[in-house]
Every structure is written in C-alpha cells, then in structure tokens.
C-alpha cells in the first residue's frame, strides 16, 4: 500500500468501521477537488469525543498481524488526548504500515478558524469546500490561491461562501452582482 489515496481509503475505511466520525482536509482534500497535486501528509478532524475510540484503533492496528507501527512525528504537536485536541492543538502522527511505508497523519479536534464542520455532500469523507478553505487562510502566502480556487468552486454551490473565500478582484467583481442581498450580507459578516 504505498500510494498515499489508498491509504486515504484504507484508513478512513478503518475509522468509519471503529464509529469514529472524521473529515479529510487540507492537502488531500485540495488533491480530492482538482487543485494540488501532490501533498505529503494527511489531514484529519476527528470529533474529539471520538479520540477514545481513535487510540483504541491506532492500537489495535500495532496488534495486527502484520503490524503496523503508530508513533508521534519528530515535529512540534499535542499529544492525542481531547484537553489538547478540542482546543485547537494538532497531533502529528507517523504510521508506518504492514508494507513499511510510512504515512504521516495530522489530527485536529478543532479545526482552526473552522466554525462548524460540514462534510462534502458527494464525497462525505471529505471536508466541503468551505472548511478546506477557512482552514487554508494562514499566514502561508503559498495557500491564498488555493483559498481563492476553493472561492471560484464555490460559485455554483453556496453564493455566500464563495464571496467570503475570493480572493481575486476580478472573480469577486463578476459574482458580487449576479448574488442576492442575502447572499452579500452573510459575506460582508464573514469576510475579514
């Protein structure tokens, strides 16, 4: 199992099975919608009062026959224990399968600047459009393209959401008036 979408489909397989409710963001999710095409991790909103059932699992992979072997990264994070995780803090994981292919895992609890999660309609592993896109407005200039292109997808979908996510003038300037007054008033709330 080396390629990183089959262990996307492998794992949430896993936690689906184990009643542990998730989302796929960030990186992946971007893959998932067609706008990067490659990422080295994955990222996973796991409900923190599914964290109990989520160790019980992680354990039961290193039990398994073969093995997998579940470890923290060597970077800075939480530990995966829901004080940490319901209030914003990161765990970062290195799963290393049965194959010896190591898979580096992000979770959080919290997602941040995340209000609520709400997963893709089509696709409910994945978080939807509009959480990939709150949870990319960093301080990373590399991830505002993505923030906008997630805007632009938005168009057909949630007028509202893809007015609070443009980031280009010009896309901004061609929906503005083609939504309704509603629409604009729930942007000019959210939008910074």
């Known amino acids: ?30 893959v998932h919608y067609g706008l990067q095409q490659t990422t080295k991790d994955s990222d996973w909103i796991i409900a923190p009062d599914d964290l109990d059932k989520l160790r019980e699992l992680l354990m039961s992979l290193e039990q398994a026959a073969p093995p997998w072997r579940v470890s923290y990264r060597q970077i800075f994070g939480a530990p995966l224990d829901a004080e940490y995780m319901a209030h914003g ?15 580096k895992v992000d979770l959080f609890g919290k997602a941040p600047r995340v ?28 991830d505002w393209p993505i923030v906008d292109s997630l805007g632009w997808q938005l168009t057909g979908r949630s007028r509202h959401q893809s007015l609070v996510h443009l980031q280009d003038a010009d896309k901004l300037l061609s ?6 007054a509603e629409a604009r008033g729930i942007a000019v709330r959210r939008r910074p």
Do not use: N, Y
Request: glycine content about 6%; some cysteine; hydrophobic content about 40%.
């Open 115 to 142: 209000r609520q999660v709400a997963l893709d309609p089509e696709f409910p592993d994945f978080a939807d459009r509009d959480v990939v896109a709150q949870m990319k407005r960093t301080d990373r200039p590399k």
């Open 175 to 180: 929906v503005w008036p083609q939504s309704d």
């Open 89 to 103: 803090w990161t765990s970062h994981l290195l799963l290393t399968d049965p194959d010896g292919v190591e898979h």
């Open 1 to 30: 199992m080396s390629a990183p979408l089959d262990f996307l489909k492998i794992f949430a397989g896993q936690l689906r099975q184990g009643g542990i409710r998730f989302a796929i963001t960030s990186g992946m999710a971007c």
